[in-house]
């Protein structure tokens, strides 16, 4: 069962061949069986998924089940999620228990789909690889001696080796479609302000965005139909009509212009990396598109202009976590000045510490034009690059990441190389636009992305395209080795 996909699965609940039951339990003694060594999950909800499996099934035996009624899922840790821990991955939220769903848990809830439990992540969404959760390091499940990639680490690699269908993720950077690259499934950020962030805790509120993790663009499709749209909560959220992705799909790509950014292809793109992306192009031209040289030439700005940005609201954001209102709290404070500092001492990783001193010493007066407002008007910038190419071209292709998934501890000790995992990531995410990975082949052995960046709400599009490359290419339904086990 768990090599079916996310739409296979609702087919066979739909026509009766499986109840919600079955699978659900199927997958919960799949993460018992593997998840020990692979990390990707924090919490298991065993009980909650089996009532939510029956009242599935209940629901299918009415007549009134939607497409997702009964199909087992798992939420990324930073989703709150009523009644269940909600950590973050990180000690700051270990005994968090969520009063209220996020807008997002809570569609997937009226949806009927079944949560199997919360996933990995780099602490407060801050990380590349995973190995800045409090809750020790994911592994890659193509060669578990190497990260998934992150922050949405858990997510990717329990969908990877199918002790999930799909989950949620969210990107800010390229949390969604690095991990999605390097565990070899596919991944979809939406424009900023299509998904709800209410409930999503935050890091850097003007580029966080949830999205689908799954194992094709069809199941990306089906979850975003559920998870898109309006929410009066949200006040970034965009009062724009959900449109049916799934029926768009089947589109042809005839005539469809490609634009390669040849600021992607240059230097510091792994050689293996670019061979598996220049196939996948050459998939596209044979499928009638047509492939246009243009450039993006602020690219080398954005990893700087981001490590401004992010970190400047991550700690505005973050500054909620004082002891007092929830969290950790340190034991034994002499005073209100040592309650805050050894709280927010012991309850903080050195990443998420880095981030809001390095935010808060850019906001601070004296420094703010030289850094945060530079660092705006250079996003300005960005977007326009996007907006000018996006005259010429349908959508943008381009690696997702520079290389295969790297091995855990190689860049844990420096941050800046780490920080270069997202440099074709994070430009999408400081215009606001939408951005997908789509697996496109294998280097060594490892997984490789292909990136597809779309204009503003063009997700349908983007699901479209990703979805004409993968009914001529099976990379996308590659399981690893160690975790095909009997279906
Ligand atoms: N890796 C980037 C960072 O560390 C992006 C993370 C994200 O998208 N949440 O900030």
């Not at 993006?296 to 992010?310: E, G, Q, S």
């Not at 505005?316 to 040592?338: E, H, I, T, W």
């Not at 880095?354 to 850019?362: S, W």
Request: charged share 20%; aromatic share 8%.
């Amino acid at each position: 069962m768990h090599t079916k996909t996310l739409t296979e699965l609702s087919a066979m609940l739909q026509a009766g061949e499986v109840s919600s039951v079955a699978l659900t339990e199927h997958f919960l003694d799949r993460i018992e069986q593997y998840d020990q060594d692979l990390n990707s999950f924090i919490t298991v909800t065993r009980e909650e998924a089996l009532e939510a499996a029956r009242a599935a099934d209940e629901r299918i035996q009415a007549g009134n089940a939607g497409p997702l009624t009964g199909v087992p899922i798992a939420h990324k840790d930073i989703f709150c999620t009523d009644g269940v821990r909600t950590s973050c991955g990180s000690r700051m939220l270990d005994n968090f228990i969520a009063p209220y769903d996020a807008t997002v848990v809570e569609q997937f809830k009226q949806a009927g789909a079944v949560v199997l439990g919360k996933t990995n992540m780099d602490e407060f969404a801050m990380g590349s690889s995973n190995e800045t959760s409090f809750y020790g390091p994911v592994k890659n499940p193509w060669d578990r001696d190497r990260v998934p990639g992150g922050s949405s680490g858990g997510s990717a690699a329990s969908v990877a080796a199918r002790l999930a269908p799909a989950a949620t993720g969210t990107d800010t950077g390229g949390s969604i479609r690095q991990p999605a690259a390097l565990c070899g499934i596919t991944g979809l950020k939406p424009t900023y302000g299509r998904v709800s962030r209410w409930g999503m805790i935050a890091f850097a509120s003007s580029l966080d965005q949830g999205g689908p993790m799954a194992q094709s663009a069809e199941d990306c499709a089906l979850m975003l139909e559920v998870m898109s749209g309006f929410d009066e909560k949200d006040s970034t959220s965009v009062n724009e009509a959900v449109p049916d992705y799934r029926t768009q799909l089947s589109q042809g790509l005839q005539g469809l212009k490609i634009g390669l950014p040849k600021e992607y292809f240059s230097e510091g793109l792994g050689p293996e990396v670019e061979a598996v992306v220049r196939a996948a192009i050459e998939e596209y031209k044979k499928l009638g598109a047509e492939i246009i040289e243009i450039s993006l030439p602020n690219t080398h700005l954005a990893v700087p202009a981001y490590y401004v940005v992010a970190p400047a609201e991550c700690s505005s954001n973050l500054s909620r976590f004082d002891g007092v209102r929830y969290g950790y709290r340190c034991d034994d404070p002499k005073d209100l000045q040592d309650l805050y500092e050894r709280s927010r001492g012991e309850g903080f990783g050195e990443e998420v510490k880095r981030r809001i001193m390095i935010g808060a010493y850019a906001l601070s007066a004296g420094y703010y034009d030289a850094y945060y407002l530079k660092a705006q008007k250079v996003r300005h910038l960005i977007s326009d690059d996007f907006r000018k190419a996006f005259e010429e071209v349908d959508v943008i292709m381009g690696p997702t990441a520079p290389s295969t998934a790297f091995k855990l501890g190689e860049k844990a000790d420096d941050p800046v190389t780490m920080y270069l995992s997202d440099i074709y990531t994070i430009a999408v995410n400081l215009a606001g636009l939408p951005g997908m990975s789509v697996p496109a082949g294998f280097s060594e052995g490892m997984p490789v992305g292909l990136q597809i960046i779309g204009n503003y709400f063009e997700e349908a599009r983007l699901l479209n395209v990703a979805h004409q490359y993968q009914q001529v290419t099976d990379w996308h339904r590659q399981i690893p080795e160690a975790f095909k086990g009997q279906s």
